[in-house]
């Protein structure tokens, strides 16, 4: 199992672009999210999806969007990149424990946006 | 708003010693509490999961010990190596919706030789 991947793992961009970054897990997860870590914070949860077909907001949406059209696919779209979309962005799937109904959640390595 | 308040924001500790990391959290009602570790540059990777019924639970040498009482929780490291140098996070879910978490902002651990 490659787990959660996520491409790029840098990017920069000069504001007003737009991009897509890339999230995939092969561990039939139902539950995907993105979420940005910015310094001196915790992570904040951008949008979320618990299966194909289904999205929701998060935290912080403004600027993103999503669509989740395969079990394995979430890419997250920066409709038009701005400085304060500067950071740190990790991917995340989670099953659910069947005793306890806790949902463990694993992170992909993280894509680091730079917009100027 | 559901906060989760960690404590302290770094520290520095020689190998081999122990340290004790805190975590306050305002979430209610409360579902679980899990601590993760981040390596520099790397996603992070859940070290413990605990829910209400749960006092302590240990990963190896981490030991988390929970007060949902006081809404209090603490990771132990013991005996500590130079690979525990990482941020440690606490966070906290809601029982009303497990999905969407609440996370501190880490204390950073550097282990020196």
């Known amino acids: 199992n490659a787990g959660v991947t996520q491409t790029p793992k840098f990017q920069v961009l000069k504001t007003g672009q737009s991009m897509t970054l890339q999230c995939a897990q092969d561990?039939?997860?139902?539950?995907m999210s993105w979420y940005r870590q910015d310094p001196g914070m915790g992570l904040r949860l951008i949008h979320y999806?618990?299966?194909?077909?289904?999205?929701d907001q998060g935290e912080v949406p403004n600027g993103y969007n999503v669509s989740r059209s395969t079990t394995e696919d979430f890419p997250l779209r920066l409709l038009s990149a701005a400085p304060s979309q500067t950071s740190v962005y990790f991917c995340?799937?989670?099953?659910?424990?069947?005793?306890?109904?806790?949902?463990?959640?694993?992170f992909g390595p993280g894509t680091r946006l730079t917009v100027t | 708003k559901n906060q989760v308040e960690q404590s302290p924001q770094s520290l520095i500790i020689l190998e081999g010693k122990n340290c004790t990391l805190q975590c306050n959290y305002t979430v209610s009602p409360f579902s679980n509490l899990r601590w993760y570790k981040q390596d520099t540059g790397r996603g992070p990777v859940s070290l413990t999961i605990?829910?209400?019924?749960?006092n302590t639970k240990s990963n190896g040498r981490y030991t988390a010990t929970l007060d949902a009482d006081t809404k209090q929780s603490s990771l132990h490291i013991t005996a500590s190596q130079l690979s525990d140098s990482a941020s440690y996070i606490c966070v906290v879910s809601q029982r009303s919706n497990d999905y969407k978490l609440s996370f501190g902002a880490g204390t950073t651990v550097t282990v020196r030789a």
């Open positions: 999806s618990v299966g194909a077909g289904i999205t």
């Open positions: 561990m039939n997860h139902e539950y």
């Open positions: 605990m829910t209400f019924s749960e």
């Open positions: 995340a799937s989670s099953y659910k424990y069947s005793i306890t109904g806790t949902y463990e959640q694993y």
